[in-house]
Every structure is written in structure tokens, then in C-alpha cells.
């Protein structure tokens, strides 16, 4: 990959006195939210692109904390020379509220309790963390975006950018996303927070003040949410049968197979880094994500990109291409490509040359336009 | 559905009191198989089908016990007139080692301990499954099976035994399986069991003395299980987004939709019916399951018929056609179907016309070469 890093950088934090109303009517406040910036703002302000994070992402995005060797999310889609060009662009990429990652979410303290929020955190909606970055974007004094976008739950919060403040996005791409969660979304979602709340150590969300975590719910969540990050085609290729020791071990507990270790691996590794309840709030919020009746509706200057993966089947080519024939109804500017890759939904975070090279051109024909 | 029931049904048991050796080198004795049979044994005993059932079954696949109004799992196949004429086959269904309808399994009495075995049951395969119903065969002094037939569990038993005892197998179908287990296939039995064994209430396996059950990380299990049965897009039709009292509840804990409700549903109505030893024992055998290399060998007169489901994603026609091209490597008698069907992997317990047609004439076929 061309470019350089953005090197060190510094997690910015917006706070507002405002409350914030929820879609459910009722209001959260005081609320912040995380942020990092990369590239200058021009006089004109108009260089800006919004870049969301996924399910369990963050505001890093890229380059490095002092302390920390690990990249931001998208280090190879975001710098110097790279497609999301820190030279050309200033760069804004907003932590979720409901997150853990700095944003207000469950494990804030709750001004009325003064203990953490847990599960009186009230229940939020892509809708409420997009009002909540629009609050951001007015703190920055910016008044139009030339580009949203987001892979995942990143690219739903770029269509719903688009259709909460349609005046405001130049363009939007929404990557491996979805206008609706399917049945089968939902469905994986219920698994992964039953498993969470019936945790013994959930402790109806108050394990943080037990310095205590429901750490098997979690792992269990994630671990499923793993194999539909993944395509069966990339299980096969990554481990295929192939034993952890050589043999079959016939013990009922024990890991035969290189893919139950990986997912333990990655389930242990998720109960590090990420709060069981932040988990169980923005599953719900992706669930209740339903704009198709918006999408029909819309009218907009905003110039849409839409990109699948051949293999994503968490959120498919066939979502994506709703997306399209509903923004296409009302004759709205609307791009879309497919790109092969046997990696799955993870496609996103992994495929970068073709990926890359699309979005550079995509913006350069904006910019011209 | 033509064809009537085979009415009122009785549960057999064979009990062996040689040991049976398992793959593992351990043994199991005594053991006892629970087994039905429809139909009438010819004098030339060369009208048996052995039927064979999917990890949650039992021996139980037609007619009725007298005081239960629910029929066996394949009613529609089994019984006068029907694709598995009763009569004209005699029709054996043996329940598998390790479950909890009648075979020995995990919660019956350890005669070392005579406590239930829980744990302490030995690790099994498919083959030994197919070894211990060889002993029931024996013991009803058959020596030709006209025909061994299952779907999904039940189909790698069908293939086992066509592997294991080739000379006494005339016909071998195998139904919405696998040659052998994905990681894709491996890893939601891994989380499956990882919530079982997460239970606080499990007791490493001891629950049974203790009067309580593991039943959140059983029903966890049941519920991802589900979503691995159903399509995508029966999912769509059955539920879409229907939500469960027509608005969002906002509420963290709340069944918003029809699908939340219905695989809490499925979960609970299983942990009723099921035990929690058996199930990890079942799928772990299951995950052992690889005869990749033995079909390469195997060179037989038996005569093979495949079927599989477009919208089967668990057992995919892609692994069906594996079976087959591994057969026809050396010239073995195989046909192949795939049925047109949007139920998922379920369709094999579902699809009786199109399927009950296949299986007639595949057998008619056989009845006369």
C-alpha cells in the first residue's frame, strides 16, 4: 500500500451541554464523543470527510498513540498519498455514542446515580448516534461534508447521515452495509446478548461496580459474531480440518480443531478490549436499523456509493443492491461495485488495493463534479 | 401426503453384553440401542431400511405411542403407501449411542460409579454409533440392509455404514450431509457447546444429580443451531421484520421482533426435551467426522443417491457434490439430486412430495437391478 502514516495522533473529546433526544423520547445528558482528526481543514471547509466505525471500532482510525504499536482500524485506507488522503482531506472519524471507546454509553456515570449508566443507559438507534455526531460536526463549525462514509454498522450511519441531513453530504459511501437488519441479522444479534445477560456474572449489568465481568457471555457473543465476519470459503482456506496437535484428542472439553482455538482466541481477546454492555446496546441499535421507507423517499443531490463483497453473507451483495434500486427509484446518484473477495463481511477491513482504488476515484470524480 | 399411518408404535431395546470398542480405544459396556420397527421382515429378510436420525432425533420416526398425539419425525415418509412403504419394507430406526432417547448415553447409569456417566461418557464418533446399531442388526439376524437412509446426522450414518459394512449395504441414502465437517460446520457446534459449558448450572455435567439443568447455555445452543437450520430467506418470509407487539419497545431486555420470540421459543422448548451431556457428545462426534479419505477407496457395489437443498447453507449441495465426486472417482453407482427448496437445511424434514418421489423411484430402481 502507497502512503505514509498519519503518525502520532491525539483522541479529542466533545461534550455537550445540550441533551440530546433519543428517538425513544427520552434524552441523554450530558453526552461527549470521542474523536480524532487527521489533515488540515481548509479555508473553505468543504475537504471534509466523516469516517464511522464499526460495531466494536473506535475514533482511531489511524495512525498511533505514544504508547500503543497498533495502528488505527483503517491505517491502510487513511494518510498521506492513501485514498483517504490526509494532504487533500481533513479527516473526522467519530466514536458512537453507546460505545466504550471515550463516547458517552453504559459505562458512563450516570449524573442522576452518580454510578455507571449500565443497563439505565437508555436504548439508542443509529438515528440518535448520527444526531449525536451532527452535534459534533456543528461544534466544529463545519456546515457541509464532502464525504460520510462507513463499512458495517459504519455504513449504515453513512446512510442515515445522508438521509437525517441530506443538505449537509456531498457524497456518501456505505460499505458492507444494509438498509434493514434481516431476520437472520437479528437473530445472530439475540444469540450474542442472551448469551451476554445469562452470563451468572452479568449481574443485570452492574458487574463494573463488582469489578466483575460477564466474561464467557461475551466471548461467546463474539466468538459467533467471528464466523460471520468470516466466509466459509476463508474458514476453509485459513483452517480447513487441520488439528491443533495432530490428533483427535477425544476428550469432551478438549480443542481438537485449529478453529475452535482461533475462536477462543478471539473471544478471550474481545473481553479485554470491549464492554459487555456497550455490546448488548449497539447490537440493539443495528437491529432496530430499518430506512427503506426513507430510501424511498429520498431526493437528494447526495452522490451514493455503494460497495459489496462476493463473499460478505452477513451483509450481502443482495443488501447492498437494495440500497441501490431504492435510491435509483427516485433517479438519485448512485454508484455501485462488487468486489471479489473470498474474506467475508471482514472484506472491508482487509481488502484495501481494489477497495482503495475505488474510493480515490470515486472521490476525484466528486471533487470534479 | 398419500399413504396412512403405521398407527400405534412401540419402543424395542436391544441390550449388548459384549463391550463395544470405540474409536478411541475405550469401551462401552453394557450398552443398549432403543429402536422401532414399521412394517413386516420378508422370509428372505431382504426388505430392510434402516433409517437413521439427525442429532436431536430419536429412534421415533412414525406412528404413534399411545399416549402422545405428536407422530414420529418422518411420519410423512414412513408407513402404507408412502415412499418408505411399509408394506412392502421392513423398516428399522435405531436412536444413535450417546443420546438421550433410549441408547445408552451420557445420562445413564455408570456401572463403575452407578451414578449417570455425565462426563465420564467416552468420547464417540459417527462410526461408533454405526457399530453399536451393527449389533442391533446382527441381533435381529439381518445380514443385508436393501437400503440405509438419513438426512443431515442421519445421512453420515448412512455413509458410515455404506463405509464400515459395504457388503451388506444394497443401497446407501444420504440426505443434506457432508463427507465431512467445515470449520464453518465445526465452529457453531463449538459455541454451541461453549455455552452449554459456560452454564453456571451445568456443574461440569453433574447437573443431573443435583436436580437442575443447564438450561440458558442449552437454549443458547438450540437457538444458533436454528438459525444454521432455516434459510435466509425463509427466515424473510416466516418473519421479515414483524415486530412482536407492532412497536419498538426501546427497552434493552425487550423481544421486539417476531424472530427474538420465536428462537426463545425453540430454545426453551428444547431444553425440555433434551439433555445437555448429549448434546455436546453428539456434536463432538459429529465434528470428527471426515471420511474424505476412506470414500476415495472405497470401491463397492452399493448404490449411492444424494440429495441436497438449494438454500441448505449448513450442509451446502457444494458438500453433497464432494460425496459424489469422491464416488465417482472410482466408478461407484451414485445419483444426485438437489431439491428446489427455500426451507433451509430443515427441508429434509419438511419436503415430503418432491423428496417422496426421489426416494421411490430411487428405490424402485434398486428393487429391480
Known amino acids: 500500500m502507497n502512503g505514509n502514516s498519519v503518525g502520532i495522533v491525539v483522541r479529542n473529546f466533545f461534550t455537550s451541554d445540550e441533551p440530546l433526544k433519543l428517538i425513544s423520547q427520552l434524552e441523554l445528558s450530558p453526552f461527549s464523543i470521542a474523536y480524532e482528526t487527521y489533515g488540515t481543514l481548509n479555508e473553505e471547509k468543504n475537504n471534509v470527510i466523516l469516517v464511522f466505525h464499526a460495531l466494536s471500532g473506535s475514533a482511531h482510525a489511524a495512525g498511533f498513540y505514544p504508547t500503543d504499536p497498533n495502528p488505527g482500524w483503517w491505517e491502510d485506507m487513511i494518510g498521506p498519498g492513501k485514498p483517504l488522503d490526509t494532504n487533500r482531506y481533513f479527516i473526522?472519524?467519530?466514536?458512537?455514542?453507546?460505545?466504550?471507546?471515550?463516547?458517552?454509553?453504559?459505562?458512563?456515570?450516570?449524573?442522576?446515580?452518580?454510578?455507571?449508566?449500565?443497563?439505565?443507559?437508555?436504548?439508542?438507534?443509529?438515528?440518535?448516534?448520527?444526531?449525536?455526531?451532527?452535534?459534533?460536526?456543528?461544534?466544529?463549525?463545519?456546515?457541509k461534508l464532502f464525504c460520510v462514509i462507513g463499512g458495517s454498522l459504519g455504513g449504515m450511519q453513512a446512510l442515515e447521515w445522508a438521509l437525517s441531513y441530506p443538505e449537509m453530504v456531498e457524497s456518501s459511501i456505505i460499505i458492507a452495509a444494509t438498509a434493514k437488519m434481516t431476520p437472520q441479522n437479528i437473530a445472530f444479534n439475540e444469540i450474542g446478548r442472551v448469551a451476554i445477560l445469562s452470563d451468572f456474572l452479568f449481574s443485570n449489568g452492574n458487574y463494573q461496580l463488582q469489578n466483575q465481568k460477564p466474561a464467557k457471555g461475551l466471548a461467546i457473543a463474539r466468538m459467533l459474531a467471528h464466523i460471520t465476519y468470516l466466509s466459509e470459503q476463508?474458514?476453509?482456506?485459513?483452517?480447513?480440518?487441520?488439528?491443533?496437535?495432530?490428533?483427535?484428542?477425544?476428550?469432551?472439553?478438549?480443542?481438537?480443531?485449529?478453529?475452535?482455538?482461533?475462536?477462543?482466541?478471539?473471544?478471550?481477546?474481545?473481553?479485554?478490549?470491549?464492554?459487555?454492555?456497550?455490546?448488548?446496546?449497539?447490537?440493539?441499535?443495528?437491529?432496530?436499523?430499518?430506512?427503506?421507507?426513507?430510501?424511498?423517499?429520498?431526493?437528494?443531490?447526495?452522490?451514493?456509493?455503494?460497495?459489496?463483497?462476493?463473499?460478505?453473507?452477513?451483509?450481502?451483495?443482495?443488501?447492498?443492491?437494495?440500497?441501490?434500486?431504492?435510491?435509483?427509484?427516485?433517479?438519485?446518484?448512485?454508484?455501485?461495485?462488487?468486489?471479489?473477495?473470498?474474506?467475508?463481511?471482514?472484506?472491508?477491513?482487509?481488502?484495501?488495493?481494489?477497495?482503495?482504488?475505488?474510493?480515490?476515484?470515486?472521490?476525484?470524480?466528486?471533487?470534479?463534479?
Not at 473471544?267 to 421507507?293: C, H, P, W
Not at 452477513?314 to 443488501?319: A, I
Not at 443492491?321 to 477491513?349: P, W
Open 234 to 369: 476463508s474458514m476453509n482456506n485459513k483452517f480447513g480440518r487441520e488439528l491443533k496437535t495432530g490428533n483427535y484428542l477425544f476428550g469432551l472439553k478438549d480443542i481438537d480443531f485449529q478453529v475452535q482455538s482461533y475462536l477462543h482466541y478471539q473471544g478471550d481477546k474481545f473481553v479485554e478490549r470491549f464492554d459487555a454492555n456497550s455490546y448488548l446496546y449497539i447490537t440493539k441499535a443495528m437491529d432496530y436499523f430499518d430506512v427503506t421507507k426513507e430510501l424511498l423517499e429520498l431526493k437528494t443531490k447526495t452522490k451514493f456509493l455503494l460497495i459489496s463483497f462476493t463473499s460478505d453473507w452477513l451483509f450481502s451483495t443482495r443488501q447492498s443492491m437494495e440500497i441501490v434500486n431504492l435510491l435509483r427509484k427516485n433517479n438519485n446518484h448512485v454508484s455501485f461495485t462488487e468486489i471479489e473477495s473470498d474474506q467475508g463481511h471482514d472484506s472491508f477491513l482487509l481488502n484495501f488495493e481494489v477497495q482503495g482504488e475505488i474510493l480515490s476515484s470515486f472521490l476525484e470524480g466528486i471533487k470534479k463534479s
Open 92 to 143: 473526522v472519524c467519530s466514536n458512537i455514542i453507546g460505545s466504550c471507546y471515550g463516547s458517552t454509553g453504559p459505562e458512563s456515570l450516570n449524573p442522576k446515580t452518580q454510578k455507571p449508566y449500565a443497563l439505565d443507559f437508555p436504548v439508542i438507534t443509529v438515528k440518535d448516534m448520527v444526531r449525536a455526531q451532527k452535534k459534533l460536526i456543528d461544534f466544529l463549525d463545519i456546515k
